[in-house]
């Protein structure tokens, strides 16, 4: 194993790149037991928890100036683990508040919703951290910074940050005693208009998500 295991106890654990590594790995780890299902009543604010610590990483890195890999182009990684199992344990966990909308990119003017899932975010999020954790452990470091900057700025901060935008807006809906009304047909197949989305938006099911935030009852 190179020097760029985590945790390896020779590499300062300040140093900017060993930071962004274990906050990565503690995300993957972190969303993985989640998924597992064991707790489903803390899921909700636990992934609003843990996306929210990764966009403070994902911050750091799109304020940094710009990584460069020490080789022109990318070497090889292997296969890309599979993600299926992780999507669709989200699938079920979050059901019937996995799907929401979203607007691709608020710069563009009159941007349609688009129905996103959240399941789907963690998947793609993940596959692009992992891609990024085996150069690490791989011991090029410098690649493993240049792809987490690059993929935060082209997709998985975008992703992330829309995922946490409907997590957190479950979380207020709780808080504020303002429940949805029950979930009625919203797909990512289709493109809504807002009028449709307002129409299909539903109710969330309170009670898989009041306990943790110690409403239940209330």
């Known amino acids: 194993m190179s020097d760029a295991t985590l945790h390896d106890a020779k590499r300062d654990p300040d140093d900017f790149a060993v930071s962004v590594a274990d906050s990565i790995e503690s995300f993957i780890v972190a969303v993985a037991e989640v998924s597992r299902g064991d707790e489903p009543d803390s899921a909700v604010p636990f992934l609003l928890l843990e996306i929210s610590q990764l966009l403070?990483?994902?911050g750091r890195l799109g304020a940094h100036e710009d990584f460069l890999p020490d080789e022109r182009y990318e070497p090889d990684v292997g296969p890309e683990p599979d993600v299926?199992?992780?999507r669709e344990r989200f699938a079920r966990l979050l059901d019937p508040v996995d799907v929401y909308?979203?607007?691709f990119d608020p710069?563009?003017?009159?941007t349609a919703p688009v129905a996103c899932r959240i399941s789907d975010d963690l998947a793609d999020i993940i596959t692009d951290l992992r891609h990024g954790m085996a150069h690490y452990r791989d011991g090029?470091?410098?690649?493993?910074?240049?792809w987490w900057?690059?993929?935060?700025?082209?997709?998985?901060g975008p992703t992330a940050s829309a995922a946490l935008?409907?997590?957190q807006s479950l979380v207020a809906h709780v808080r504020l005693d303002q429940p949805l009304d029950e979930l009625g047909g919203l797909d990512t197949d289709s493109v809504a208009t807002e009028e449709r989305l307002a129409e299909e938006a539903g109710r969330v099911m309170e009670a898989e998500i009041a306990g943790p935030l110690g409403l239940r009852g209330a």
């Open 107 to 110: 710069y563009v003017p009159r």
């Open 140 to 146: 090029r470091v410098s690649e493993a910074l240049w």
């Open 165 to 167: 935008r409907a997590l």
């Open 101 to 103: 909308s979203e607007v």
């Open 56 to 58: 403070l990483t994902g």
């Open 84 to 86: 299926d199992e992780l």
């Open 149 to 156: 900057q690059f993929s935060y700025l082209s997709n998985w």
